[in-house]
């Protein structure tokens, strides 16, 4: 269904439940489309990760993966940040997540390892997703130094990934991460602005459409980067707003979702609604 298809049944299913949505409490183009996003988000949470642990949920969404191709993305971080904290430190990479993610699917490391069951470098071997509580079981002990087939991922805060590889590694680059990202937005309109940013407020945050140099300081296509007072002039192009981009006009989910997306979009507007309403005062006569 198109992003208009949305906002024409949309008005069409809460103007039959009230008049008041034909008039006075009618939404604009941009307040349907603020919905219909946030319930995209929510039924992708209810219906595919919403069982009790992130293998549960992984099998679940390949099991699916016809429903969510359009959303299912592929990212190379080619040098992960070596771990320097707590029982990471020496035995980790780390990643944070990009912008998009919603939810891990699967990963894999380029590792060199030439001691205990050697492997050449440039190949690719698939992680292994444990949960926190048998870390110990994959981390040096007093008696022995596991070794580790493949490297294991381990989630903290902030959508922060670890990947834990054993003492015999010598070096892991290139993690391959295959996520489910957040659907693109409908139809939302945004400025590009080339060599001149004077337009934009200060301490506004941009993202880059190309590569970007601004106040001596390079970013590379997607970065983010906040706009400083009395500093104007940049070389590439960025956006702003910043969350803008990715944008479409067809919805992503499969055909036969789309109606239980609409659902979610109108009962959610209908509970601001009656808030909103509940708390307006009366017209004075």
């Known amino acids: 269904m198109r992003g208009l298809d949305f906002q ?43 069982l009790p642990t992130t293998r549960e949920n992984i099998e679940f969404i390949q099991r699916r993966s016809d429903d969510l191709k359009n959303l299912i993305k592929t990212v190379v971080f080619a040098s992960p940040d070596n771990a320097t904290l707590g029982v990471y430190a020496g035995r980790a990479k780390y990643i944070d997540m990009i912008d998009d993610y919603v939810f891990y699917i699967r990963s894999d490391s380029e590792m060199t390892r030439t001691d205990a069951i050697p492997i050449a470098s440039g190949q690719y071997v698939p992680n292994k997703i444990i949960p926190h509580s048998e870390l110990d079981n994959v981390l040096d002990t007093p008696w022995n130094y596991p070794i580790l087939r493949n490297p294991v991922v381990v989630f903290e805060e902030n959508k922060r990934i670890y990947v834990v590889h054993d003492t015999y590694t010598s070096a892991i680059s290139n993690i391959s991460l295959t996520y489910l990202r957040r659907p693109y937005n409908f139809d ?45 002039t940049i070389t590439g192009t960025i956006c702003t707003p910043y969350d803008a981009i990715d944008e479409t006009t067809e919805c992503e989910f499969s055909y036969h979702t789309h109606d239980d997306i609409l659902r979610i979009a109108v009962q959610m507007y209908i509970e601001e609604a009656k808030f909103r309403l509940n708390i307006k005062p009366a017209k004075q006569t």
Request: hydrophobic content about 35%.
């Open 8 to 50: 024409i049944q949309f008005e069409r299913v809460i103007q039959e439940m009230s008049d008041v949505f034909i008039s006075e409490e009618r939404p604009d183009t941009f307040t349907i489309f603020k919905f219909i996003g946030q319930a995209q988000i929510r039924y992708l949470k209810e219906k595919y990760i919403n």
């Open 188 to 232: 939302t309109s945004y400025a590009e602005l080339t060599t001149d940013v004077s337009s934009v407020g200060d301490n506004i945050k941009m993202r880059a459409l190309t590569a970007v140099t601004y106040d001596g300081t390079d970013y590379s296509i997607g970065d983010y980067l906040i706009k400083e007072s009395g500093k104007d």
